[in-house]
T-cell receptor, first 109, second 111 residues
Framework: TQLLEQSPQFLSIQEGENLTVYCNSS?????LQWYRQEPGEGPVLLVT?????EVKKLKRLTFQFGDARKDSSLHITAAQPGDTGLYLC?????????FGTGTSLTVIP | EAQVTQNPRYLITVTGKKLTVTCSQN?????MSWYRQDPGLGLRQIYY???????DKGDVPEGYKVSRKEKRNFPLILESPSPNQTSLYFC??????????FGSGTRLTVV
């Protein structure tokens, strides 16, 4: 059983379209992080959200932490081919850090 | 440049031949961790270390050993590798509640 469920698992869209990916759990988290991973490389941290209801923006990416701190979403506006990659959410429970299985995004030029 | 360095990037070995994957970070982070990444299973934590001489098992520790004799180094040891340990391995470090910095990965094949 995955602590963090991500959806969709795969997403293929045209350049310029908007998209949202989700990260859900039955557990409450003190914070949650989003990473992007490109093929053959390690994940790179995009953002950390801490407060319930928090919204953070990183250029065309908008991250939201659910009010109950059990879920989060990542919205990309006007997707670009450079957004292609595996998007992972992750959080810690106790001393361990868990990742979701990720959303693999392909943006077609 | 702040980074996590792991070596080697690629390794093909035979069943039963002991190997070590090295990991070093230059950010003075206390927390370090090893993950393996497999298709459909995502990133799974093998071992983690809260500080020097403090290590603990993650979700998939069987067949692996680690040590943390110095703050900057956290090697992963496979005493007797088996084909089911063929995977992509990542070392990562972090400071308190901030995010991880990952190494570039080690792709291990055990034949």
């Amino acid at each position: 059983t995955q602590l963090l469920e991500q959806s969709p698992q795969f997403l293929s869209i045209q350049e310029g379209e908007n998209l949202t990916v989700y990260c859900n759990s039955s557990s409450v988290f003190s914070s949650l992080q989003w990473y992007r991973q490109e093929p053959g490389e390690g994940p790179v941290l995009l953002v950390t959200v801490v407060t319930g209801g928090e919204v953070k923006k990183l250029k065309r990416l908008t991250f939201q932490f659910g009010d109950a701190r059990k879920d989060s979403s990542l919205h990309i506006t006007a997707a670009q081919p450079g957004d292609t990659g595996l998007y992972l959410c992750g959080s810690n429970t106790g001393n361990q850090f868990y990742f979701g299985t990720g959303t693999s995004l392909t943006v077609i030029p | 440049e702040a980074q996590v360095t792991q070596n080697p990037r690629y390794l093909i070995t035979v069943t039963g031949k002991k190997l070590t994957v090295t990991c070093s970070q230059n950010m003075n982070h206390e927390y370090m961790s090893w993950y393996r990444q497999d298709p459909g299973l995502g990133l799974r934590q093998i071992y983690y270390s809260m500080n020097v001489e403090v290590t603990d098992k993650g979700d998939v520790p069987e067949g692996y050993k680690v040590s943390r004799k110095e703050k900057r180094n956290f090697p992963l040891i496979l005493e007797s590798p088996s084909p089911n340990q063929t995977s992509l391995y990542f070392c990562a470090s972090r400071d308190s509640n901030y995010g991880y910095t990952f190494g570039s990965g080690t792709r291990l094949t055990v034949v």
